[in-house]
């Protein structure tokens, strides 16, 4: 089993930047992918960012350029630094980790942190 906890998310004006942060407990696999998630309120919830153990990196166009995602191996931990943070960013941030096992994908989730961008 693993255990994801967020931390970082809060209140921040337009054009502000947050990092989060998300702490892995457990096993990790060099095979697991680690992911950002949000949902916006009133919405559903949408994939942002991802990052494979390797560092392979995929973004969301809108957060393309604006938007970090990196990954500490060694502490079990990975970041989202958000720059230029408008009011469309406005959500509840989730921590993700899919971990893959022939053709089962099993998906661990964090708390959630809330993310609140002030125009």
């Known amino acids: 089993q693993v255990q994801l906890v967020e931390s970082g998310g809060g209140l921040v004006q337009a054009g502000g930047s ?3 942060s998300c702490a892995a407990s457990g096993t990790i ?3 697991d992918v680690m992911a950002w998630y949000r ?7 949408e994939l942002v960012t991802s990052i494979t153990y390797g560092g392979k990196t995929w973004y969301e166009s809108s957060v393309n350029g604006r938007f970090t995602i990196s990954r500490d191996n060694a502490k079990n931990t990975m ?13 509840v941030y989730y ?3 899919a971990r893959q096992f022939y053709e089962v994908t099993s998906n661990f ?3 959630g942190t809330q993310v609140t961008v002030s125009s």
């Open 95 to 97: 921590c993700n980790l």
């Open 109 to 111: 989730w964090g708390q």
């Open 39 to 45: 949902q916006p309120p009133g919405k559903a919830r």
């Open 79 to 91: 970041y989202l630094h958000m720059n230029n943070l408008g009011p469309e960013d406005t959500a």
């Open 18 to 20: 947050l990092r989060l």
């Open 29 to 31: 696999f060099s095979t």
